[in-house]
């Protein structure tokens, strides 16, 4: 089965970058999606399609996709950034697959 | 307003059956692919399956194949994830998710742009 790999944390200081990474198999082959998720609630769609913010995202988030790596980046980041980011792929049966997560922390 | 709303918490004992739901508005939910996904105490997320309402064709995840059924009912505009057995390791926060956006039509290109609230569900003798 296919599989998505992130580092468990990431830390930033606030207005700083960071990036977060997400491998996998020929993953710049397929489109990948990044949610964030903060405690107690449900996920939120931050970006699709590699690069594309839905409506109400901040430009500071942004993705990009090549090889096997795709990575999200948070520019400016700011103390409501921090949440557990998650990748998501479709395998090649055309099941979703998301990543272990990453735990973003703004110091 | 566009949103999933999700049927209320749980606690079931081990072997009972169980069905939860998820109910769309604000949008046509015949013509969306809608998910669910596992969410294990202090774990990450578990795609589970996805079905087509529109004529209930579904996939499932390998390791959630035969563990649970995925439906939906277009009528009320309702998905559903029933348990025929329950497991203390069923336990978990469940989400419905909308496959979107909506101009995207093709799973591979999609993701999951409308979430549901959740329904936690606690298994325990």
């Known amino acids: 089965s296919y599989e998505l790999t992130q580092p468990p944390s990431v830390s930033v200081s606030p207005g700083q970058t960071a990036n977060i990474t997400c491998s996998g198999d020929k993953l710049g082959d397929k489109y990948v999606s990044w949610y964030q998720q903060k405690p107690g609630q449900s996920p939120v769609l931050v970006i699709f399609q590699d690069n594309k913010r839905p409506s109400g995202i901040p430009e500071r988030f942004s993705g990009s996709n090549f090889g096997n790596t795709a990575t999200l980046t948070i520019s400016g980041t700011q103390a409501l950034d921090e949440a557990d980011y998650y990748c998501?792929?479709?395998?090649?049966?055309?099941?979703?697959?998301f990543g272990p997560g990453t735990e973003v922390t703004v110091l | 307003e566009v949103q999933l709303v999700q049927s209320g918490a749980e606690v079931k004992k081990p072997g009972e059956s169980l069905k939860i739901s998820c109910k769309g508005s604000g949008f046509s939910f015949t013509n969306y692919w809608i998910a669910w996904v596992r969410q294990m105490p202090g774990k990450g997320l578990e795609w589970m399956g996805i079905i087509y309402p529109g004529d209930s064709d579904t996939k499932y995840s390998p390791s959630f194949q035969g563990q649970v059924t995925i439906s939906a009912d277009k009528s009320i505009s309702a998905a559903y994830l029933q348990w025929s057995s329950l497991k203390a390791s069923d336990t978990a926060m469940y989400y419905c998710?909308?496959?979107?956006?909506?101009?995207?039509?093709?799973?591979?290109?999609?993701?999951?742009?409308?979430w549901g609230q959740g329904t936690m569900i606690t298994v325990s003798s």
């Open positions: 998710a909308r496959h979107g956006p909506p101009d995207i039509t093709v799973i591979v290109d999609g993701a999951f742009d409308i």
């Open positions: 998501q792929a479709w395998d090649s049966r055309t099941r979703g697959v």
